[in-house]
């Protein structure tokens, strides 16, 4: 059986690769992407402290299910968004995405 410390490596890793991406990449896709990535690390711990403490409860499994239907959510109206604005100004990146300043 893999160890609990080898799943939070894991989820660990993961979290650290989608701050990365959401702190270093410009393109708005990207930007989702790494807080997909940070979202599925959230699961992997969910489902690993599930397993290794209460495997009786599913309350790991719910919180898990709860959060696969917010990445679901976030990256419909997210894309949505991203397609918004990229119809009106051509452009994807973060930094010249400026409809809400004055």
């Known amino acids: ?11 660990g890793g ?9 702190l270093a990449r410009r393109n708005a896709v990207a930007i989702l992407m790494g807080i997909e990535l940070m979202l599925n690390a959230v699961n992997i711990n ?6 290794y403490v ?12 709860m959060v696969f239907a917010v ?9 949505a968004l ?3 604005v990229y119809r009106r100004r ?4 973060a930094e010249e995405i400026d409809l809400l300043k004055w």
């Open 82 to 84: 991203i397609i918004s």
């Open 14 to 22: 993961l979290f650290c690769l989608g701050v990365y991406g959401v």
């Open 46 to 51: 969910l489902v690993a402290f599930w397993r």
């Open 90 to 93: 051509t452009t994807v990146v």
């Open 71 to 79: 990445a679901a959510s976030e990256a419909a109206v997210g894309l």
């Open 54 to 65: 209460t495997p009786a409860q599913i309350a790991g499994q719910a919180f898990a299910i």
């Open 1 to 11: 059986m893999i160890p609990l410390s080898w799943y939070l490596a894991l989820a």
